[in-house]
């Protein structure tokens, strides 16, 4: 086994800068560092949280698609990142007044998940309070409810 000590970070493709870095901020996450995004390296972006994002570009093809989302034929990689919130009812609020568009919506077991999209529709999914996804579905597939 390989002794991981916990998730450092994850990288976004994104199209255009401005648009993204706005929107991540909107969350809560600050720019601290540009790697060279122009050279496709990356925007290191950080929340009061610790989570670590880097925003790398810029994206040429398949502008503001999903290739992994979107797209009826489902090709390998990373589809969304799940952020666990404090507050599910707070999480949606804001996302509404954000002019969010909700993609879908969950609840299982009482925890509440919203999905959510960035400027180039990469998935983000808001899970609320209560146990791990990886419990809800455990427990699902155990007949648990």
């Not at 706005?22 to 972006?45: I, K, Q, R, T």
């Not at 599910?88 to 609840?107: K, L, M, N, P, Y």
């Amino acid at each position: 086994m390989l002794d991981i000590e916990s998730f450092d970070h994850i990288g976004i493709r994104i199209s255009d800068r401005k648009t993204s870095v706005a929107f991540y901020e909107l969350l809560g996450f600050e720019l601290v560092v540009d790697g060279g995004y122009e050279n496709g390296h990356p925007l290191v972006m950080l929340h009061p949280s610790g989570i670590n994002i880097n925003l790398l570009g810029p994206a040429t093809v398949n502008q503001g698609k999903n290739i992994l989302m979107d797209d009826p034929v489902k090709s390998p990689g990373i589809t969304h990142l799940a952020l666990k919130v404090r507050d599910a009812e707070a999480t949606e609020q804001f996302a509404v007044d954000s002019g969010f568009e909700i993609t879908g919506r969950r609840t299982f077991r009482g925890t509440k998940t919203i999905f959510i999209r960035d400027p180039d529709r990469n998935v983000l999914e808001l899970v609320g309070p209560g146990p791990s996804v990886a419990e809800l579905i455990a427990d699902h597939l155990h007949g648990d409810s």
